[in-house]
């Protein structure tokens, strides 16, 4: 199931949403390795590179946040926390269990729909703040 970025998607603030393209881009090849079966190291591998830019990309939009005193940083800081919270437990789960399509589509289930509903949400109403008062 490849998931992709698409213009609708966009938030309309050029450094959010090529971070987005990434992401995508990310979740895809994490699934690919899998369905793949490039085996377990490189698999491992890219959930690393994936929750690595999860990381930064969070980091990069809170920032943006704060400088711009966004007031709905709590609910975006929530939401951030949700899906670090779901990727680490992928990447946990890893370590013991074995990796089969029902992995997979979990996998893909969860994090395709917290990616989009991440994306078309509030990140949509953060690019809104951000271009609404002339910020970006
Ligand atoms: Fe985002």
Not at 12 to 23: A, F, P, S, T
Not at 24 to 45: D, L, Q, Y
Not at 75 to 90: G, L, T
């Amino acid at each position: 199931m490849p998931f992709k970025w698409t213009k609708a998607l966009a938030v309309g603030v050029e450094e959010i949403d090529e971070q987005h393209k990434e992401l995508f881009k990310k979740v895809n090849e994490f699934s690919a390795a899998m369905r793949e079966n490039k085996g377990k190291e490189v698999i491992k591998e890219t959930i690393t590179f994936l929750k690595t830019f999860v990381v930064e990309h969070f980091a990069a939009e809170e920032k943006l946040m704060k400088k711009y005193n966004y007031p709905g940083y709590d609910e975006q800081r929530e939401e951030h926390q949700k899906f670090m919270n779901a990727i680490n437990e992928f990447k946990n789960e890893l370590k013991y269990v074995e990796i089969n399509s029902n992995f997979i589509v979990r996998f893909e289930l969860k994090i395709a729909n917290r990616l989009l509903k991440h994306t078309s949400t509030i990140d949509r109403k953060l690019g809104d703040f951000l271009i609404e008062n002339g910020f970006v």
